[in-house]
């Protein structure tokens, strides 16, 4: 059985749609992430992922390493 999380992040930072983008492209790009759903609006971010594969710091620090700042919420 795969250990499927979901956690929402808070991302700061963003502004338009091609910012929603790049943090939608820095989580999916992690191996384990089964996918990420990006609100400018909200400014968060949910993220679906393997739990033995990735944690938490790493999606976190993914987003940082995009250009943003984002925190678990």
Known sequence: MINMTEIKLKVEG?????????????LENIKGV????????????????KSDKVTVESLIQAVTD???KAEAM
């Open 14 to 26: 963003m502004t338009c749609g091609h910012c929603q983008m790049s943090v939608k492209k820095a």
């Open 34 to 49: 089964k996918s990420a759903a990006v609100d400018l609006e909200n400014k968060s971010a949910e993220v679906n992922y």
């Open 66 to 68: 995009a250009g943003y």
